[in-house]
Every structure is written in C-alpha cells, then in structure tokens.
C-alpha cells in the first residue's frame, strides 16, 4: 500500500512562484510511475505533469509547459512540482497520483491507482 501526503499549497500573486511536495510511504518514488493533476473550481480533474519511473522524461500539460517542473527526490522519497510565473487560471487543489503499474498513458487519471489528499493552490491577480 502507498500513501501520499501534498504539502505546501497556498495563497500566491499572479507571477509568482511555488512549491508543492508529495511525500510517500510504503514504496520508493524510484519503484513508482508518478504523476501530479489538478481540479480547477466546478471543473473535471485534469492532468498537469508526469514523472516515469526508471526514466529521466518528464511531461507536460501544454497550460503548464515551460512554467511548472515535475522532480523528486528519492533520498526524501518525495515528489515536487515547482510552478513559476503563476497564473489566476492556475487555482485549483493540486493532486500527486502514483501507481507501481508501467503504464503509457501517464496523462490519465485512470492509470493511477494511488491519490493523495490535495492541496489548495490558490493565485490571485
């Protein structure tokens, strides 16, 4: 079993930056595929970035490339997702999803048998 705990949500100014951390138990992040997703208010859960295990490659939501940066950090077996240059429209609670299954299809949340709880990323203009 995996448990995952966000961290660091909060409230920040449109063109600011932040950085919210998933930490995990019962495997390591090295063994996981991992991923982060959001849910905007009143709107579905969408995917936002992707970090494969045994691989370097990282992926993208096009709303998000070139701004957010998926990492983790496996001697703190923790998962972070950087986000510069915020925008308004990046309000939504912030999801980190694993699961110990190879999978292509990293952007659906489907794919990802491990949730954990979210956290409010707030950005105002």
């Known amino acids: 079993q995996v448990h995952l705990v966000e961290s660091g949500g909060g409230l920040v100014q449109a063109g600011g930056s932040l950085r919210v951390s998933c930490a995990a138990s019962?495997?390591?992040?090295?063994?996981?595929?991992m991923a982060w997703f959001r849910q905007p208010p009143g709107t579905e859960r969408e995917f936002v970035a992707a970090?494969?295990?045994?691989?370097?490659?990282?992926y993208y939501a096009g709303s998000v490339k070139g701004r957010f940066t998926i990492s983790r950090d496996t001697a703190k077996n923790t998962m972070y997702l950087q986000m510069n240059s915020l925008k308004p429209e990046d309000t939504a609670v912030y999801y980190c999803?694993?699961?110990?299954?190879?999978?292509?299809?990293?952007?659906?949340?489907?794919?990802?048998?491990?949730w954990g709880q979210g956290t409010q990323v707030t950005v105002s203009s």
């Open positions: 970090s494969p295990w045994r691989s370097e490659s990282t």
């Open positions: 019962g495997r390591t992040v090295r063994s996981l595929h």
């Open positions: 999803a694993a699961t110990a299954y190879n999978t292509s299809s990293y952007w659906h949340a489907n794919s990802y048998s491990y």
